[in-house]
């Protein structure tokens, strides 16, 4: 009986049903975006597509996912969010089963892009309507959740889509994956069916609360974001320059170690498995500990970490280096999030995760073919040094910034 009381009560701390339910249709969502990366070899080989075709279909899909981020947000922010949640679910969950109907090349690449479009709905309404529905002190721990459902679902889509496009073709992959996301409509609508900001009663929203009854007139997203405006873009400016070296890790591993190409694909693996457990650690801590805390710590870490794997041999702490880079990626990704939400009162919650996250992976999207550019003139390692550089001097600053004493406006807008 005690021991189901502390399962139950840990479980609560986690985020509880809501975070677990958010984790499963994360799950759903992103089971569908995972698909296209890795059955691209099958769709080249059955539709007789190039390399620029091929490249075209998953360009667009991953630029389009990251500008729809902007007008996902802002939607969330001005209609129901759990309806934009559904919409953006339905949206991916019918033009993945599109993408397996789709007869010829062009009927694909604008599947592809409806699809991205689609794509932009959910992570904004989605982490918003999270955060209303946990504690202050428990929502690190939920978001952290809500990534994991992601990254599992990223990480078996392809497993799955492979082992199905083995047996039956990579169009039933599509077509099959595609029916999880579309079960879950039904349940986001009845689950959140009433209001989802009313359980929100952190100190900032109830101050929000006040100063709407007060008839003061509501803050803009510059407002919101001025507290924590500099570490907002370092994290932004740090996630371009690592997230772009992830994009390489495999090439880098090739180029550099001679190792197996299928062998450095599966290394890819191994770091998003740290990732996974980063995000839990980055939760836990930023709840824990402190937000920003959190955030500097990743942030001064992922640099040094980054250069290590530029100096190591190909060995066991090789490998280790990249477990690390996952984790330190992901903790810092869990904390800042959670730092928004708190910041950001909930009317702009999911504009501002928009912004977020739709810099990041935008942005991400545009400096690879860069990347790619330069590597081609100067090689695959002189470019990886540069990038570990880089990544140095801005652990370098995060450092700095978290040794100065902080003023009045810096300190953590909830108290």
Known sequence: MIKDRNLRSVFNQWGGKTATFFSYIHFNHDLCLGLLAALLPLIKEGLG?????????LSALTITSGLSQFPGGWLGDRFSRHKVIAIGLAGVGLTTLAVGLSPAYYPMLFILIIMGIFSGAYHPSAVSVLCSQVDYDRRGKAIALHMVGGSVGFAIGPIIGGIIAEMMGWRFAFIILSIPAMVAIPFVLKKFRQSTITKDRS???IKDDTTTKSKRQRISIVQALRPIAIIFALVIIMH?????AMAFIPIYLVDKHSVIPAYAAMLIGVTRGGGIAGSLLGGWLSDRWDRKRTIFLALA????ILYLLTKLPFNAGLITTLVLFGMIMYMRTAAIQALLMDTVPPYLRATVYGIFFGLCTEGVSLIQPVAGYFMDIFGIVEVFN?????SL???AVALF?????????TNRVIS
């Open 49 to 57: 597509l190039n390399y620029l075709q091929s490249g075209l279909l």
């Open 203 to 205: 100190p900032q929203n």
């Open 240 to 244: 371009l320059v690592v997230g772009c």
């Open 301 to 304: 870490a992922i640099g040094p």
């Open 386 to 390: 540069g990038i570990a550089l880089t």
């Open 393 to 395: 001097g801005l652990s």
């Open 401 to 409: 910034l978290a040794m100065k004493p902080k003023s009045s406006e």
